[in-house]
């Protein structure tokens, strides 16, 4: 009977993948919304009709998403594509994280809020859902040097966030007096250098390896059995995966001189993946936190997305970006999900005291983030692209 269930339900999302791509296309909303709106229809909160089963492979299937994400992020990081961009990528990318934290923590203090509860939750504003954002990306027609930009600036963000977190985690921990309050900052730190060794080491190799078993053409079976390795090692060494995963892509993408083209097989199979993991993601909110939100929680929203727009805009300005970048990058980068909450869960056993707070704030504010951030999204893709053209014709 379970193997029944299992498969009647995993056959039912795989379908509802092409019903969403299709609505995508013809409403307003992006697909990654539209799976999570189904998957809080037939989850927990109302019909609860996903098998348990589901639930308990739902942390290994968004691992495996992220890892792809993560592996397809890192491969448009290359030197051809940030030549003419890279000064944008790295100011937009670093003014937005720091700025976004800087407006969340200020103007949560300014609101009465505790100094150590504050910079927590600024550090967890400044990191984005990359997996929202890719998805929203892939699935427009119309490929723009924005959306390069874009996806080469979301690649860069979760780092500058978990150094972010690192700093604050070790501010708080002075503050409350605690005598290691460098380990987090040493653990984080850890957690990024290793990663990035980790793509690096396995980057290398693959770069000259891959593609040649069919001169040229790297396969699927390939790119997939390094991502995965990838993933596994990164957890086996208590390492960032999805830093892992985005230099193993970038490495090779910049290495692998003899390939015809990248990865773009592994694109065909992620799609199912990520179907999987935002209905499972959509599942599993639980809209009993959204009444212990509160003054702090909607100011939270608000100061970040405020902090996501002026801190691209200011970015934008250092780095002579256009009109349209400015205004709009910050707009595409609302969407947030799980490296806040991941943060938050490690905020939570440093302190404690401050665990059912930050955890309600975080938690209510992704089912936020997660449902109007794609949006956002595509409206940012779509008055760019709209204003590309009409210069163009100018």
Not at 147 to 172: E, H, K, P, R, Y
Not at 339 to 350: P, Y
Request: proline share 3%; with cysteine.
């Amino acid at each position: 009977m379970q193997s029944s269930q299992f498969l009647l339900t995993l056959g039912g999302i795989l379908l509802l993948g092409l019903v969403t791509s299709h609505l995508g296309r013809i409403t307003f909303l992006p697909r990654v919304t539209l799976l999570l709106i189904f998957g809080i229809i037939i989850g927990k909160e109302m019909l609860d009709i996903i098998p348990t089963v589901f639930f308990d492979l739902f942390e290994t299937l968004a691992n495996m998403a992220l890892l792809m994400v993560g592996f397809l992020l890192g491969g448009k990081l290359t030197m051809d594509s940030l030549r003419c961009s890279a000064g944008k990528v790295l100011w937009i990318s670093l003014s937005t994280a720091i700025i976004t934290t800087i407006i969340v923590t200020l103007g949560l203090i300014w609101l009465g809020t505790a100094k150590e509860i504050a910079i927590l939750l600024g550090c967890f504003a400044s990191a984005t859902a990359p997996a929202a954002v890719l998805d929203v990306v892939m699935e427009s027609d119309d490929k723009t040097p924005f959306q390069n930009m874009l996806l080469s600036i979301v690649a860069l963000d979760d780092i500058w966030a978990l150094m972010l977190f690192a700093i604050g985690i070790a501010l708080v921990s002075t503050f409350n007096g605690h005598a290691d309050n460098l380990s987090p900052l040493l653990s984080v730190t850890k957690e990024i250098t290793g990663a990035i060794l980790l793509g690096i080491l396995l980057g290398l190799p693959s770069a000259y390896l891959t593609g040649r078993i069919k001169p040229g053409q790297p396969i699927l079976m390939e790119a997939l059995g390094l991502v995965f390795v990838c993933g596994g090692l990164a957890l086996w060494f208590n390492v960032s995966f999805l830093i892992a995963s985005m230099v193993l892509g970038a490495v090779i993408a910049n290495f692998a001189k003899h390939h015809e083209y990248p990865f773009h097989s592994i694109e065909g199979i992620e799609w199912p993946f990520m179907v999987i993991f935002f209905v499972l993601a959509g599942a599993t909110l639980e809209f009993s936190s959204l009444t212990e939100i509160g003054l702090i929680g909607i100011a939270y929203i608000l100061f970040r997305s405020a902090g996501k727009i002026l801190g691209a805009r200011i970015g934008g300005q250092f780095a002579n970006a256009d009109q349209a970048t400015k205004k709009w990058m910050g707009v595409a980068l609302l969407p947030q999900a799980g490296v806040a909450i991941g943060m938050a869960l490690v905020a939570s056993n440093h302190f404690p005291e401050y665990s059912q707070l930050l955890l309600s704030i975080v938690i209510t504010s992704t089912i936020f983030f997660e449902l109007i951030g794609p949006v956002f999204t595509r409206l940012a893709l779509n008055r760019t692209h709209h204003s590309k053209r009409k210069h163009a014709k100018q």
